[in-house]
């Protein structure tokens, strides 16, 4: 890992627990004195200790290490709530159905903020029987490119990972779909809410001024 856990996080964590620095030193074998230099900036915990910390306080490694402890009250999932992770390192996808800690190559990472989209990022949808199809206007490079493109309804999500050089573009089944996201991998995480009466059709919209019109009215018509 880049970091390594801080004193203040130890003492957070245990004053949440309600617990002294003597009892924490108990359940962990080691003397309050140790425990007293964590929290006070003069020394670390032993690589070793670092998966019983964790486990008392009920946190995962990555969380004690990161400082950003997660509360995870997504209990039903909703597919929705979803987050997409990037490793920049490896390009590696991770989704996630709410918050969560996850580090990829060492490294910690956010979960990207999706923007709505725009000129440089024109996305195409387009009703073919029981699929969308979607395409998105790109160069697709070796260095700057379409990494996937996702479809999430409250249940499902549909991923199609995409490559340099290929075609920004997939199908996904219609059923429930409410939002597409796409990742560029120099500007970032994309999302675009789905209008049924407007990408059900048999004809394609880019989001522009077009198709911010279309919605303006589908909203009147259908609320």
């Not at 800690?101 to 979960?111: D, F, N, R």
């Not at 560029?184 to 522009?208: E, M, Q, W």
């Amino acid at each position: 890992m880049n970091q390594y856990v801080t004193g203040a996080v130890i003492r957070e964590l245990r004053e949440k627990k309600g617990m002294t620095q003597a009892e924490l030193a108990q359940r962990l074998f080691v003397s309050d004195k140790t425990v007293s230099k964590w929290e006070n900036g003069k020394g670390y915990p032993d690589i070793s200790l670092l998966d019983p910390i964790a486990k008392l306080f009920g946190v995962s490694i990555a969380e004690l290490v990161s400082g950003e402890v997660v509360s995870n009250v997504n209990v039903s999932g909703n597919m929705l709530r979803s987050k997409f992770y990037v490793c920049p390192m490896c390009g590696n996808v991770i989704h996630t159905m709410g918050e969560a800690a996850i580090s990829c190559h060492g490294v910690q990472l956010t979960p990207a903020q999706p923007e709505e989209t725009d000129e440089n990022h024109m996305i195409f949808v387009e009703g073919v029987e029981d699929e969308y199809y979607v395409r998105i206007e790109h160069d697709m490079t070796k260095t700057h490119y379409i990494s996937f493109i996702a479809a999430l309804s409250p249940d499902r999500l549909q991923l199609v990972k995409l490559y340099p050089e290929g075609n920004a573009e997939a199908r996904f089944q219609v059923r429930g779909v409410k939002q597409l996201f796409f990742y560029c991998n120099r500007d970032g995480l994309f999302r675009l809410n789905v209008k049924p009466s407007i990408d059900a059709r048999h004809a394609s919209y880019d989001d522009t001024a077009q198709r911010r019109a279309l919605e303006q009215t589908a909203a009147k018509i259908f609320g």
